[in-house]
């Protein structure tokens, strides 16, 4: 089931990133041949790169649209059905693009690209819950961990794919664009196989016989007392789901808002999007041809997946807490790194093949830790009622960023250069040492206690003040005193 759910994922996410890059100059070309059919006169650059920056951003529009929808949409029809719905949106997407070139209409790929936007959001957020909430506590973080893994797997196909040899020439593109709609389809086909998650049957449905053969589905028949106690325990604490405005201002949650705030920004501000940007400079520094550096871009992809399925292995053994502080730590030191050789590589005619073997070490620094280990902390330090609440959040904050950073950094680089790196330095050296303080260990611990333990630290305050008036309000003992 983590296999099905990952390829109509978080796969897409990482699909959908990488492969729009190897379509951009069959695009642009398709764009003003079609003007010119249609007007007589070639596009002007300037609308062009107008129409290519929309084909581009539209994606992020629909994400952000879907993200705020989801919500709404698992809370009503669970997460089961909201992927199969949002997996008929894919497909239509896909099939709209891959009939753009036939129909000489580069609009199709503008709205094909929004839906896809919509769809993925939806599947990007649901993936990790969805894995999380069917999986036995011994195994939540490992299970948790996958969705990195998939991430980066789209990534590694967006670029296989997008290689000339495969689709990302001038008569295959459109297949190309369209090609995300086979893992949809996929999981269309195979996911109504499976359960919907015992935490939602139980919790959301009050179906516990449901959930009894929901667990048993998943794992294996025993009778699963534990944990259906546990369930029993989160829902007497529960009142209802929670909406997005009254997670913001639940204080038993405020702790919990701060880390998820803190991880979303910081996942803005690793660099980690700007270092795959900066790879085609630093390769082209070192002298490599211009036909050689998809294929070196490809293996820096190749080490992000492969230390993810490292963070996934190693997560349980270590634990979240660790591999998200320790991770940020040592990305940014390889960051200060970064900047050092990239300001000494006129120097030195070997320091370019430096700064290569650094941005190797940066990828598979985050892969290893705050890649896996962000989604399941996302997953874990919210409950059933707050949880999909809590991920709309992240994922506008997340939309947002991406947006911003994609707005404002070029700037940033055309007037400080590679000391640009230096900013996110900063916030990862920062990150690091707040999430050392504030984020507890959640390794080995149900739902429940992670809460308990958060509602210790959010009301730290008033229970030291309550033991103060128990205190001195006990005849008794004030009398020994």
Request: hydrophobic share 45%; glycine share 10%; charged share 15%.
């Amino acid at each position: 089931m983590m296999l099905v759910l990952g390829i109509g994922g978080s796969l897409q996410a990482g699909f959908q990133g990488s492969m729009i890059t190897y379509t951009s100059v069959h695009v642009k070309t398709f764009i003003n041949e079609s003007w010119l059919e249609r007007s007589g006169m070639p596009v002007h650059p300037e609308s062009l790169t107008l129409f290519w920056a929309s084909i581009v951003s539209i994606f992020s529009l629909g994400g952000l649209l879907g993200t705020m929808a989801s919500g709404y949409f698992t809370t009503k029809f669970g997460k089961k059905k909201c992927l199969l719905g949002t997996n008929l949106i894919m497909l239509s997407g896909a099939v709209i693009m891959g009939f753009s070139k036939v129909a000489n209409s580069f609009e199709l790929i503008l709205a094909g690209r929004f839906l896809c936007g919509i769809s993925t959001s939806i599947c990007v957020l649901l993936h990790p819950q969805y894995v999380g909430e069917i999986s036995p506590k011994k195994l939540r973080g490992f299970a948790n961990s996958t969705a990195s893994i998939f991430w980066s797997l789209g990534k590694v196909l967006g670029q296989v794919m997008g290689q000339r040899e495969f689709l990302g020439n001038a008569s295959l593109w459109p297949l190309l664009l369209a090609s995300h709609g086979v893992t949809a389809l996929l999981q269309l086909l195979t996911l109504p196989f499976f359960p919907e998650s015992p935490p939602h049957l139980f919790l959301s449905k009050g179906d516990e016989e449901g959930c009894r053969k929901a667990m048993k589905t998943l794992w294996g028949r025993g009778p699963h007392q534990v944990e259906l106690d546990d369930l029993r325990k989160q829902q007497s604490a529960l009142w209802s789901t929670k909406s997005v405005l009254e997670v913001m201002k639940d204080p038993a949650l405020r702790r919990q808002l701060y880390i998820l705030f803190l991880l979303a920004v910081t996942l803005q501000l690793t660099g980690i999007h700007t270092i795959y940007s900066y790879t085609f400079e630093v390769l082209q520094t070192v002298g490599f041809d211009d036909d050689h550096i998809p294929a070196l871009s490809l293996g820096i992809s190749l080490s992000e997946l492969l230390s993810a399925v490292f963070c996934s292995v190693v997560i349980e053994r270590f634990g979240r807490r660790v591999l998200l502080w320790g991770g940020y730590g040592l990305m940014a030191t390889v960051l200060a790194a970064v900047t050092l050789t990239i300001s000494l590589q006129h120097s030195f005619s070997w320091m370019p093949y430096c700064s290569l073997a650094l941005i190797f070490c940066f990828v598979i620094c985050f892969g290893a830790g705050p890649a896996g280990a962000g989604a399941s902390v996302r997953m874990e330090i919210f409950d059933q009622s707050s949880r999909s609440s809590s991920y709309v959040i992240s994922g506008v904050l997340n939309w947002i960023g991406f947006f911003s950073i994609g707005m404002v950094f070029p700037f940033v680089v055309e007037r400080i250069h590679q000391f640009s790196f230096l900013i996110f330095m900063g916030t990862l050296y920062v990150s690091a040492i707040v999430i050392y303080f504030i984020l507890p260990e959640t390794k080995g611990k149900s739902i429940l206690e992670i809460r308990e333990e958060f509602d210790k630290l959010n009301f730290k305050k008033k229970q030291a003040l309550g033991s103060e008036t128990s205190f001195a309000g006990d005849p008794v003992l004030c009398t020994k005193l």
